[in-house]
Nanobody, 124 residues
Framework: QVQLVESGGGLVQAGGSLRLSCAAS????????MGWFRQAPGKEREFVAT????????VYANSVKGRFTISRDNAKNTLYLQMNDLKPEDTAVYYC?????????????????WGQGTQVTVSS
C-alpha cells in the first residue's frame, strides 16, 4: 500500500504559477504510475496529467498542455505538478493518485490510491 499527501495549493492570480507536490510513503514509489486529477465544484473529477514509473513518458489533458508539467523524483518519493499561466478555470481540488500498473493511465477509476487533495484557487 502507499499513502499520498498533497501540498502546495493556494490562491493565485490569473497568469501566476504554483507547484504542487505529492509525498508518497509505503511501498516502493518508483513502481507506480502516478497521476494528477482535479475536481471543480459541481463538476466531475477530470484527468490532468500522468507519468510513467521512470518519468520518461507523460500524458496531459488538452486543457493544460503547454502550461502544466508533471514530474517525479523517485529518490525523494515525490510527485510534482508545475502549473504556469494559471486560469480561473483551473480552480479545483487537485488530487494525486498511484496506479499499480505498468502503463500510464488517464482513467481515474483504474488508480489504486489517492491523496486527500489540495485546493487551488485562481482569481481573475
Amino acid at each position: 500500500q502507499v499513502q499520498l499527501v498533497e501540498s502546495g495549493g493556494g490562491l493565485v492570480q490569473a497568469g501566476g504559477s504554483l507547484r504542487l507536490s505529492c509525498a508518497a510513503s509505503g511501498r516502493t514509489f518508483s513502481s507506480y504510475v502516478m497521476g494528477w486529477f482535479r475536481q471543480a465544484p459541481g463538476k466531475e473529477r477530470e484527468f490532468v496529467a500522468t507519468i510513467s514509473w521512470s518519468g520518461g513518458y507523460t500524458v496531459y489533458a488538452n486543457s493544460v498542455k503547454g502550461r502544466f508539467t508533471i514530474s517525479r523524483d523517485n529518490a525523494k518519493n515525490t510527485l510534482y505538478l508545475q502549473m504556469n499561466d494559471l486560469k480561473p478555470e483551473d480552480t479545483a481540488v487537485y488530487y494525486c493518485a498511484a496506479d499499480n500498473d505498468a502503463a500510464v493511465e488517464v482513467r481515474g477509476s483504474l488508480y489504486d490510491y489517492w491523496g486527500q487533495g489540495t485546493q487551488v484557487t485562481v482569481s481573475s
